[in-house]
T-cell receptor
Framework: EAGVTQFPSHSVIEKGQTVTLRCDPI?????LYWYRRVMGKEIKFLLH????????ESGMPNNRFLAERTGGTYSTLKVQPAELEDSGVYFC?????????????FGPGTRLTVL | RKEVEQDPGPFNVPEGATVAFNCTYS??????FFWYRQDCRKEPKLLMS???SGNEDGRFTAQLNRASQYISLLIRDSKLSDSATYLC?????????FGPGTRLSVLP
């Protein structure tokens, strides 16, 4: 079974540019999450989709970040315009809809560098 | 204070040693607890869920003390392949709160 995939694996952009990250969850997983790890810090939650609906977006840092999950399949996370502090690794995870104690399966991450 | 705190590490131990990691969490409403491992430049992968009664999986034993809001992970007979960062993860609902991780290096 294919795991969570993310694209691109790396992205280097200049401050002010736009970048769109994509995540394909495990097929059949209703829950999709975005997380971010900035240099030297712990992994932090950004937002959570259940199917196509945003269940919790309390972790989104500001309105330069826009996440979508049209059709409840893959998700995109757009950063516009990118700032230096947005550099980090963006992880996507998915889980089945079985209530509490669900294992979240993580994708390999997208390493974003903003110059 | 961070919501999830872990031993700062790194831990450098010889093969065959027993090593214990500690984790504390501040949110008393937390309901689910996990240990994930993360290899260098890779994604986190579930090592084990942690249950109130404590649980064991081969050389790994996890324990939870809800009253003290404390979680532990014990690795016995450590192998070179156990070298990684161990992440304590806590959830009060669906979303995960990660600790900063403790790095383990098992030396030959």
């Amino acid at each position: 079974e294919a795991g969570v995939t993310q694209f691109p694996s790396h992205s280097v952009i200049e401050k002010g540019q736009t970048v769109t990250l994509r995540c394909d969850p495990i097929s059949g997983h209703d829950n999709l999450y975005w997380y971010r790890r900035v240099m030297g810090k712990e992994i932090k939650f950004l937002l959570h989709f259940v199917k196509e609906s945003k269940q919790d977006e309390s972790g989104m840092p500001n309105n330069r970040f826009l996440a979508e999950r049209t059709g409840g399949t893959y998700s995109t996370l757009k950063v516009q315009p990118a700032e230096l502090e947005d550099s980090g690794v963006y992880f996507c995870a998915s889980s089945e809809n079985r209530g509490q104690n669900n294992e979240q399966f993580f994708g390999p991450g997208t390493r974003l560098t903003v110059l | 204070r961070k919501e999830v705190e872990q031993d700062p590490g790194p831990f450098n131990v010889p093969e065959g040693a027993t090593v214990a990691f500690n984790c504390t969490y501040s949110n008393s409403a937390s309901q689910s607890f996990f240990w994930y491992r993360q290899d260098c430049r890779k994604e986190p992968k579930l090592l084990m869920s942690v249950y109130s009664s404590g649980n064991e999986d081969g050389r790994f034993t996890a324990q939870l003390n809800r009253a003290s809001q404390y979680i532990s992970l014990l690795i016995r007979d450590s192998k070179l392949s156990d070298s990684a960062t161990y992440l304590c993860v806590v959830s009060s609902g669906q979303n995960f709160v990660f600790g900063p991780g403790t790095r383990l290096s098992v030396l030959p």
